[in-house]
Nanobody, 127 residues
């Protein structure tokens, strides 16, 4: 059974930092890309970042470039999202998702409806 379990969300003041974790199980980690998405109230879900476990390739939304860093610990089947210089507009439920690198390559995009999703973790940034 595939499982993606997010943790690390919480309440932080603007300018602060949080690190989200996504623990994955039930699939061959190296064959998959792990993405972080977020959804704020009343808004559509948006892609935040993605990493390929096989070679460490990373992708970021323009809105988080230079502030967020995605990384992977393949020994622990865990992906992290280090979020620095947080802004109130970063407030959202953050989801990690997984899909095969083969699918992502075929679609030529890292922002789409991944196959597996976690339950989400709330991030709230106060001004």
């Amino acid at each position: 059974e595939v499982q993606l379990v997010e943790s690390g969300g919480g309440l932080v003041q603007a300018g602060g930092s949080l690190r989200l974790s996504c623990a994955a199980s039930g699939f061959t980690f190296d064959d998959y890309a792990i993405g972080w998405f977020r959804q704020a109230p009343g808004k559509e879900r948006e892609g935040v970042s993605c990493i390929w476990s096989s070679d460490g390739s990373t992708y970021y939304a323009d809105s988080v470039k230079g502030r967020f860093t995605i990384s992977s610990d393949n020994a622990k089947n865990t992906v992290y999202l280090q979020m620095n210089s947080l802004k109130p507009e970063d407030t959202a439920v953050y989801y990690c998702a997984a899909d095969t690198i083969a699918t992502m390559t075929r679609l030529r995009s890292w922002i789409y409806e991944y196959y597996y999703w976690g339950q989400g973790t709330q991030v709230t940034v106060s001004s």
